[in-house]
């Protein structure tokens, strides 16, 4: 019988999938890493590109000994754990264990959840859908706030005010609303000069 995560917290982690890929996004945008992608989420972005990894039940507690082995196949030593929403898990055991191997550590995370784990990076991609813990705020060393609709400018505005004042700041175009949105980021981004934007150009490159 297979053991439940819940036996052991963060021993075995849903896995949904692991590749070697480029960066295509945020601060880190170009860099090869290694992205952990776990399944689990109970944010519900109307948007999202993988809610495939909603359903926690759904992908097999992986050992964390074995992500790591995976991890340890490519030159490169960063590491994103992403989702789903990684943050549903306790990452402390996972993240430990990749800093005993010497990886650079970045999470992607809506901050719905406690934080947990060792990082090096936190990008903080609040949602509407699911209010934010109120600890990310300190953690966060990027806003990336995904632009669907126009009232999305003043939503990322109320996350900017509670981060910290070195926090990178992104403005980021939902793929699908790219063609509508993204001239409304360059002009709101000049004008708000505080902001940056980021783009998927792992989506042009047509790369995982």
Request: aromatic content about 12%; proline content about 7%; some cysteine.
């Amino acid at each position: 019988m297979q053991e439940t995560i819940v036996a052991k917290p963060g021993l075995k982690l849903p896995l949904m999938e692991a590749f070697y890929t480029i960066q295509g996004e945020g601060r880190y945008t170009g860099h090869p890493a290694y992205f952990i992608r776990l399944g689990g989420c109970d944010v519900g972005c109307v948007w999202c590109d993988v809610k495939d990894s909603w359903d926690v039940s759904k992908w097999p507690a992986v050992d964390i000994r074995d992500i790591v082995a995976g991890a340890l196949q490519y030159p490169g030593r960063l590491v994103v754990i992403t989702g789903g929403e990684p943050l549903m898990h306790d990452l402390g055991p996972l993240t430990q264990l990749l800093k005993q191997h010497g990886f650079k550590i970045n999470i992607e995370t809506s901050g719905a959840h406690p934080f947990s784990g060792e990082f090096d990076w936190v990008c903080f991609s609040p949602k509407k859908f699911k209010a934010p813990h109120p600890g990310i705020y300190k953690k966060a060393d990027e806003l990336k706030v995904v632009v669907y609709h126009k009232s999305d400018f003043l939503f990322a505005e109320e996350h900017a005010d509670k981060v910290s004042a070195d926090c990178v700041k992104l403005l980021q175009p939902e793929w699908s609303k790219s063609s509508e949105m993204l001239e409304k980021i360059i002009a709101y981004a000049k004008s708000h000069p505080s902001w940056q934007i980021s783009l998927q150009t792992h989506k042009f490159m047509n790369i995982p």
